[in-house]
């Protein structure tokens, strides 16, 4: 089961920014990105985050590392808060945690050749000589795919595909053998058949080196495809939370349910009709109560009297919403019925 | 995909094709050369009689000679001497100071970038000849003061496009994930991002070498600049009285002037050029 | 489903664009055959560097130097667009055929209204009076599905959210009611929520207005949900083309067959996928033959001639001498089912 302590744990965590005037927002105020957020990545798993823009799960991202400070709310990684740490043992503790970006255009510094770029994070963190550090950069070259390594070391990013620049920032990642890897979105960029390499790369790394990965996307098929459990943001909180197959084949949640009923394959077995225009509306966030139930089609009075907790939907499920109390608790109705604005009939499924 | 030849070949082709840029190039190192070579090439010491007074160019001496006798051509190779030197190290020392005050203004932001830029807008706004007449009635008029004096006067116009390069390439993910594996800031500063920002500082800096010699000659035309070396911009205010009759005086020190700012500012623009393209291939 | 006339709307002949660059000429598109009927939904999936963006740039003959079209035809209502001025192509261009692209706000004016976007294209084309051309506008957005249209109208495009940034730009598009709409990535930089809202709406307008399709698109599924045929674009080719349904469920080139196979879907449980091995050709140094044997577990000596696309269904083409033998009925699969 899980070992005592959990390799990485947020712990209420709440990031706000000052926020910009726009059409309908007051001029002065603040942008909650994430609204007490609190999860937990054990050793040795996949963690998925989904959401779409504005959930917070980038922000989230940066959190987990402590590279933003968090408003409130504490990151534990391996037991120690990283807000109380000095900077020389923050330092330390970084051998110990990666990230990986989604834009391989923009995740290696142009000016920096590949030997030099994964030859970093030895020179930080260990005492090796430099010809020690020439033959793990060459090892990691082979480990992600990259061979000839002597030919892949000596050039820089822009002579590089795609592919392989992710192939090398996943290498800087894994250098150390890191045990926590947060990955933002890191294959959102590429091409579908370079996708599936990287995908099976993440994995094959996570079976030989035991890493944690806290996966962030917007693409469920993709986090469904990594993830041992997965948390669903929306609007800076997470709304539901699962083992992946529960979660998306089963979602309890009504925004997880739009999710999962929006994706293409979907569209083209024609299980579904469309949202009608209820979404995609830039409008005043109302804080009270449910944050989606300007949305949701089965919001009920008491969605806008208090905010719903997580309410267990089944084991080790959850999901933030007031219909797993009642009597009925929907089985993904979108999938089999008519989201519409006007009329909420519908019948349950089979 | 489409495959490139190596970054820096297609660069220099670039700067190749500019034709105009290559000409500066050739310019420049011709008057680099002339200006290394003086005591060889000069026939006669450039501040000592020689020669009849305003005598016109012939074989004796090709720029013919000044109201004191003494050889214009000469005069001329090691004024171009002084007149590279003061230009090149005051660029340099204006670039280094620009560099720093831009860096940390641009990576720390906040408090040190709003002091950093009161004290840029600062000397942005002192007229230069008035500083320059002040350092040098207070240290007195050598090379080093009037090359100090340029170097700290120009600097403000680096530092504001460092800043800039600095304040936009902070957030970059390359520097995120050098923050993530545990780099300082001040490997920040000096290995992930000043690298990428200095292709403009590059340019300018070109540019104000051309703009350091002018303001150096005429630093030098108002009498500022060491009586003790030769000067271009000296050779043409002391050839002010004899313009009609000795035109040699004025006209040889004026062209290589004009041809050694103009070589500058050809490079700076073929550097600008080459800068550029590099980003749209 | 769709009514479909008799004539083509869109037809492509023997299409080359080429990029003419300093030191290599990169034919992006290489030798493109392509038609669309009234009505239809026609799908171009293929990755980058496959050519889709050029060619429908190309159709809109939006491509610039160093860009240029190099050879075949295309006609649009039977008229060759290649030999039309640009003068001729601006009047073309939105009355009767139109894009839409993957970001809208590069696309948008940032520094007029949307409402008066939607309004020009509406004057120029169609000779509307400014005020006429402002309620059109305005019912238009209504039709979009935005909501309080009069308030959108008066807004400025970073102003507005993502999705609704696209709406206006398929607003713009259809405002004159051109008979063909091209896509190209319509949805790539939307989330999945606004994604299926704005394919419905696609959907919705094009059956509505008995416009014709073409989508261009990396993602299987999308071109899936929304066409009825298919081309699958390879280095600049077409290596397959037929029904939707019959190509995803039993592709016959192999190209199309790994393509599926790493796609990663939600539908299937977790496993390993299958992956295509090395990279797309270098489109500067091509070599003759196919261009996806070095990558294609199924290569023969004889690929290294192009193959022709042979007849495999009804309608439905693949260029792989897989099929060299067999009648149309009777094509082979080109591996194991999924």
């Not at chain 2, 800096?205 to 030098?220: D, N, Q, T, Y």
């Given at each position: 089961?899980?070992?005592?302590?959990?390799?990485?744990?947020?712990?209420?965590?709440?990031?706000?920014?000052?926020?910009?005037?726009?059409?309908?927002?007051?001029?002065?105020?603040?942008?909650?990105?994430?609204?007490?957020?609190?999860?937990?990545?054990?050793?040795?798993?996949?963690?998925?985050?989904?959401?779409?823009?504005?959930?917070?799960?980038?922000?989230?991202?940066?959190?987990?590392?402590?590279?933003?400070?968090?408003?409130?709310?504490?990151?534990?990684?391996?037991?120690?808060?990283?807000?109380?740490?000095?900077?020389?043992?923050?330092?330390?503790?970084?051998?110990?945690?990666?990230?990986?970006?989604?834009?391989?255009?923009?995740?290696?510094?142009?000016?920096?050749?590949?030997?030099?770029?994964?030859?970093?994070?030895?020179?930080?963190?260990?005492?090796?000589?430099?010809?020690?550090i020439r033959r793990k950069v060459l090892n990691l070259l082979d480990r992600?795919?990259?061979?000839?390594?002597?030919?892949?070391?000596?050039?820089?990013?822009?002579?590089?595909?795609?592919?392989?620049?992710?192939?090398?920032?996943?290498?800087?990642?894994?250098?150390?053998?890191?045990?926590?890897?947060?990955?933002?979105?890191?294959?959102?960029?590429?091409?579908?058949?370079?996708?599936?390499?990287?995908?099976?790369?993440?994995?094959?790394?996570?079976?030989?080196?035991?890493?944690?990965?806290?996966?962030?996307?917007?693409?469920?098929?993709?986090?469904?495809?990594?993830?041992?459990?997965?948390?669903?943001?929306?609007?800076?909180?997470?709304?539901?939370?699962?083992?992946?197959?529960?979660?998306?084949?089963?979602?309890?949640?009504?925004?997880?349910?739009?999710?999962?009923?929006?994706?293409?394959?979907?569209?083209?077995?024609?299980?579904?009709?469309?949202?009608?225009?209820?979404?995609?509306?830039?409008?005043?966030?109302?804080?009270?109560?449910?944050?989606?139930?300007?949305?949701?089609?089965?919001?009920?009075?008491?969605?806008?009297?208090?905010?719903?907790?997580?309410?267990?939907?089944?084991?080790?499920?959850?999901?933030?919403?007031?219909?797993?109390?009642?009597?009925?608790?929907?089985?993904?109705?979108?999938?089999?019925?008519?989201?519409?604005?006007?009329?909420?009939?519908?019948?349950?499924?089979? | 995909?489409?495959?490139?030849?190596?970054?820096?070949?297609?660069?220099?082709?670039?700067?190749?094709?500019?034709?105009?840029?290559?000409?500066?190039?050739?310019?420049?190192?011709?008057?680099?050369?002339?200006?290394?070579?003086?005591?060889?090439?000069?026939?006669?010491?450039?501040?000592?009689?020689?020669?009849?007074?305003?005598?016109?160019?012939?074989?004796?001496?090709?720029?013919?000679?000044?109201?004191?006798?003494?050889?214009?051509?000469?005069?001329?190779?090691?004024?171009?001497?002084?007149?590279?030197?003061?230009?090149?190290?005051?660029?340099?020392?204006?670039?280094?100071?620009?560099?720093?005050?831009?860096?940390t203004a641009g990576f720390f932001g906040g408090i040190v970038d709003d002091?950093?830029?009161?004290?840029?807008?600062?000397?942005?706004?002192?007229?230069?000849?008035?500083?320059?007449?002040?350092?040098?009635?207070?240290?007195?008029?050598?090379?080093?003061?009037?090359?100090?004096?340029?170097?700290?006067?120009?600097?403000?116009?680096?530092?504001?496009?460092?800043?800039?390069?600095?304040?936009?390439?902070?957030?970059?993910?390359?520097?995120?994930?050098?923050?993530?594996?545990?780099?300082?800031?001040?490997?920040?500063?000096?290995?992930?991002?000043?690298?990428?920002?200095?292709?403009?500082?590059?340019?300018?800096?070109?540019?104000?070498?051309?703009?350091?010699?002018?303001?150096?000659?005429?630093?030098?035309?108002?009498?500022?600049?060491?009586?003790?070396?030769?000067?271009?911009?000296?050779?043409?205010?002391?050839?002010?009285?004899?313009?009609?009759?000795?035109?040699?005086?004025?006209?040889?020190?004026?062209?290589?002037?004009?041809?050694?700012?103009?070589?500058?500012?050809?490079?700076?623009?073929?550097?600008?050029?080459?800068?550029?393209?590099?980003?749209?291939? | 489903?769709?009514?479909?006339?008799?004539?083509?709307?869109?037809?492509?002949?023997?299409?080359?664009?080429?990029?003419?660059?300093?030191?290599?000429?990169?034919?992006?598109?290489?030798?493109?055959?392509?038609?669309?009927?009234?009505?239809?939904?026609?799908?171009?999936?293929?990755?980058?560097?496959?050519?889709?963006?050029?060619?429908?740039?190309?159709?809109?003959?939006?491509?610039?130097?160093?860009?240029?079209?190099?050879?075949?035809?295309?006609?649009?209502?039977?008229?060759?667009?290649?030999?039309?001025?640009?003068?001729?192509?601006?009047?073309?261009?939105?009355?009767?055929?139109?894009?839409?692209?993957?970001?809208?706000?590069?696309?948008?004016?940032?520094?007029?209204?949307?409402?008066?976007?939607?309004?020009?294209?509406?004057?120029?084309?169609?000779?509307?009076?400014?005020?006429?051309?402002?309620?059109?506008?305005?019912?238009?957005?209504?039709?979009?599905?935005?909501?309080?249209?009069?308030?959108?109208?008066?807004?400025?495009?970073?102003?507005?959210?993502?999705?609704?940034?696209?709406?206006?730009?398929?607003?713009?598009?259809?405002?004159?009611?051109?008979?063909?709409?091209?896509?190209?990535?319509?949805?790539?930089?939307?989330?999945?929520?606004?994604?299926?809202?704005?394919?419905?709406?696609?959907?919705?307008?094009?059956?509505?207005?008995?416009?014709?399709?073409?989508?261009?698109?990396?993602?299987?599924?999308?071109?899936?949900?929304?066409?009825?045929?298919?081309?699958?674009?390879?280095?600049?080719?077409?290596?397959?083309?037929?029904?939707?349904?019959?190509?995803?469920?039993?592709?016959?080139?192999?190209?199309?067959?790994?393509?599926?196979?790493?796609?990663?879907?939600?539908?299937?449980?977790?496993?390993?996928?299958?992956?295509?091995?090395?990279?797309?050709?270098?489109?500067?140094?091509?070599?003759?033959?196919?261009?996806?044997?070095?990558?294609?577990?199924?290569?023969?000596?004889?690929?290294?001639?192009?193959?022709?696309?042979?007849?495999?269904?009804?309608?439905?083409?693949?260029?792989?001498?897989?099929?060299?033998?067999?009648?149309?009925?009777?094509?082979?699969?080109?591996?194991?089912?999924?």
């Open positions: 089961m899980h070992a005592p302590m959990s390799l990485l744990e947020l712990v209420d965590l709440v990031k706000e920014f000052p926020a910009p005037a726009g059409l309908l927002q007051p001029r002065h105020g603040v942008v909650r990105a994430v609204n007490h957020v609190s999860l937990q990545v054990e050793q040795r798993e996949t963690v998925g985050v989904v959401g779409e823009s504005g959930s917070g799960k980038t922000t989230l991202a940066r959190l987990a590392l402590h590279l933003i400070d968090p408003t409130r709310g504490h990151v534990r990684f391996l037991g120690r808060s990283l807000e109380n740490l000095s900077a020389g043992e923050l330092r330390a503790l970084r051998a110990h945690m990666a990230i990986i970006f989604q834009d391989p255009y923009a995740s290696l510094n142009p000016r920096q050749h590949v030997d030099y770029i994964l030859g970093r994070p030895f020179d930080l963190h260990t005492r090796l000589s430099r010809r020690e992600v795919g990259l061979s000839p390594a002597v030919d892949f070391a000596r050039k820089f990013p822009h002579q590089l595909s795609g592919g392989q620049r992710q192939r090398v920032a996943i290498g800087r990642a894994v250098a150390l053998e890191p045990k926590l890897i947060v990955a933002d979105e890191p294959v959102s960029s590429l091409d579908v058949s370079v996708r599936a390499q990287i995908l099976n790369l993440l994995r094959d790394l996570q079976s030989d080196l035991g890493g944690s990965y806290l996966f962030i996307s917007h693409d469920l098929s993709v986090v469904h495809s990594i993830s041992d459990r997965v948390a669903v943001m929306y609007e800076g909180e997470i709304v539901e939370e699962g083992r992946a197959p529960d979660v998306f084949l089963n979602p309890a949640h009504p925004y997880t349910q739009l999710l999962v009923a929006s994706i293409p394959e979907h569209l083209k077995e024609r299980r579904v009709d469309f949202v009608a225009g209820k979404g995609d509306a830039i409008g005043a966030k109302d804080p009270q109560g449910c944050i989606f139930r300007l949305r949701c089609p089965y919001a009920m009075p008491r969605c806008s009297e208090a905010e719903p907790p997580l309410l267990n939907a089944g084991e080790g499920h959850s999901a933030r919403c007031f219909l797993l109390e009642e009597t009925l608790p929907p089985a993904n109705w979108v999938l089999t019925r008519a989201w519409t604005d006007a009329t909420g009939s519908g019948e349950p499924p089979v | 995909m489409v495959s490139m030849a190596s970054d820096r070949l297609d660069a220099s082709a670039v700067f190749a094709a500019n034709r105009l840029a290559l000409l500066g190039l050739v310019l420049i190192a011709l008057f680099v050369a002339l200006a290394v070579l003086a005591p060889l090439l000069a026939p006669y010491p450039p501040l000592k009689g020689s020669g009849p007074a305003l005598a016109p160019p012939r074989e004796a001496h090709f720029f013919g000679t000044d109201d004191l006798g003494r050889d214009v051509f000469s005069q001329v190779l090691y004024g171009t001497r002084v007149s590279l030197l003061v230009g090149l190290s005051s660029a340099t020392i204006s670039g280094i100071i620009g560099v720093l005050v831009g860096a002091s950093l830029m009161r004290l840029t807008d600062l000397f942005q706004v002192i007229p230069r000849i008035f500083l320059s007449i002040l350092l040098v009635a207070l240290f007195g008029q050598t090379l080093t003061v009037t090359t100090i004096a340029i170097g700290i006067l120009s600097w403000p116009g680096t530092a504001r496009i460092l800043r800039a390069e600095f304040l936009s390439k902070r957030t970059a993910d390359y520097v995120t994930a050098a923050r993530s594996i545990g780099a300082g800031p001040a490997e920040l500063i000096f290995r992930e991002i000043l690298p990428n920002a200095l292709a403009p500082v590059i340019v300018t800096s070109s540019l104000l070498v051309g703009s350091a010699i002018l303001l150096e000659a005429g630093l030098a035309f108002i009498g500022l600049s060491d009586p003790n070396q030769v000067s271009l911009g000296r050779m043409i205010s002391a050839a002010l009285p004899f313009m009609r009759d000795a035109w040699w005086m004025s006209v040889f020190p004026g062209v290589v002037l004009f041809s050694i700012t103009l070589g500058f500012n050809l490079i700076g623009d073929g550097l600008s050029d080459m800068m550029n393209p590099r980003l749209r291939r | 489903m769709s009514v479909r006339q008799p004539q083509r709307i869109l037809e492509v002949e023997s299409l080359r664009v080429e990029y003419r660059l300093r030191r290599s000429i990169v034919p992006a598109v290489d030798g493109v055959d392509l038609s669309v009927g009234g009505g239809e939904r026609v799908g171009v999936v293929g990755e980058s560097g496959s050519g889709k963006s050029t060619l429908a740039f190309s159709i809109m003959r939006l491509v610039r130097p160093p860009g240029v079209i190099a050879g075949g035809s295309i006609r649009l209502h039977g008229a060759d667009l290649t030999t039309l001025s640009e003068n001729e192509m601006i009047g073309v261009r939105g009355s009767e055929m139109a894009m839409i692209y993957q970001d809208p706000l590069t696309y948008l004016n940032p520094v007029l209204r949307v409402g008066d976007q939607i309004a020009e294209s509406l004057i120029s084309h169609r000779r509307l009076e400014r005020r006429e051309a402002r309620n059109e506008a305005i019912r238009l957005l209504e039709r979009l599905h935005l909501p309080s249209p009069r308030s959108i109208a008066e807004a400025f495009p970073h102003q507005l959210s993502g999705g609704q940034r696209q709406r206006i730009i398929i607003g713009i598009a259809i405002a004159c009611r051109p008979k063909l709409l091209i896509a190209d990535e319509p949805t790539t930089a939307l989330d999945v929520t606004v994604q299926a809202e704005i394919l419905k709406l696609i959907d919705e307008l094009v059956v509505e207005l008995g416009m014709s399709l073409l989508l261009i698109s990396h993602d299987l599924a999308i071109v899936a949900a929304l066409c009825e045929r298919v081309y699958v674009m390879y280095a600049g080719r077409f290596v397959e083309t037929g029904p939707i349904e019959s190509v995803y469920r039993a592709p016959k080139h192999p190209y199309t067959e790994a393509l599926l196979g790493a796609s990663v879907t939600l539908l299937e449980p977790r496993s390993r996928f299958r992956t295509i091995p090395g990279a797309p050709p270098d489109l500067a140094h091509l070599r003759s033959g196919c261009r996806f044997a070095d990558r294609c577990p199924l290569r023969m000596d004889i690929c290294a001639q192009y193959p022709p696309a042979f007849p495999v269904g009804s309608n439905w083409t693949a260029s792989c001498w897989v099929h060299a033998d067999a009648r149309t009925d009777e094509s082979p699969r080109v591996s194991r089912p999924r």
